[in-house]
């Protein structure tokens, strides 16, 4: 079993403006539509068995129509392999409500984008979604680091996530790129702490729409040496595999991962055990 814990989907009247309006903002490479069956022919590729979809509300009142599409999909994951999280935005004035309808309606877990949402990590705001989503037993992905759509903000910075992780201390809470993309230096003080990393774009070269390879102004990717390092720092057993599709090609991802230099067991664990341990009641 292959779970990569971290992608991105949209509806298919939705996908082309989306994926296209993000890859020229940021000038950076998509490798694949963003729709569901593109996502399911990149897993068929790869060899990918659960892909969990992280959508993000970026306006309060999208919430609602994000999460029926995200409770469609998970109306026939045992046919796709794919799974939804749910959507919350921090500034809404219904964020409790939201949270409780997805844990009514059986969502695994939400996915917060401190950059696209325009709400810190470390707001108020964001510590009460987490809090309640904590009460409900919801995993919580949370964006953590640079992006490219956005430079220089530090909305999602260790800094802030270490904030987080003082005022809520919550085993369930994942923080993607290895706690900080392009901030691993300052995301040490996160490695051994009571949370998940996953691995989404780490070891990746971020590729221009043409193609080439980009540092967006100061991003490289980790080399493996420094990879397996923080992961062995960090702990395996609370690392998850991530690919970012569309953002990255699955396979690809998956190779780098493999090659990276972690045992059989180790790679397994990232894999398989720890994400489902993490998705099972």
Known sequence: MIIDFHTHTFPDALAPRAVGGLASGANMMNYSDGTISGLRASMARSGVDLSVVAPVVTKPHQAESINRTALEINSSTSETGILSFGGVHPAAEDWRETLDGLSANGFKGIKLHPLFQGVAVDDIRTLRVVERAAELGLIVLIHAGFDPSFPGQDLASPRRLSNLLRAVPYEKLVLAHLGGMAQWDEAQ?????????????????????SGHTTDFGGYSPLTAERFTSIVHLHGVDKILFGSDSPWTDQAESLSLLTTSGLTPSELTSILSTTPTHLLTP
């Open 189 to 209: 003080e996160l490695y051994g702490q009571n949370v998940y990393l996953d691995t989404a774009v780490c070891l990746y070269p971020w590729r221009d729409r």
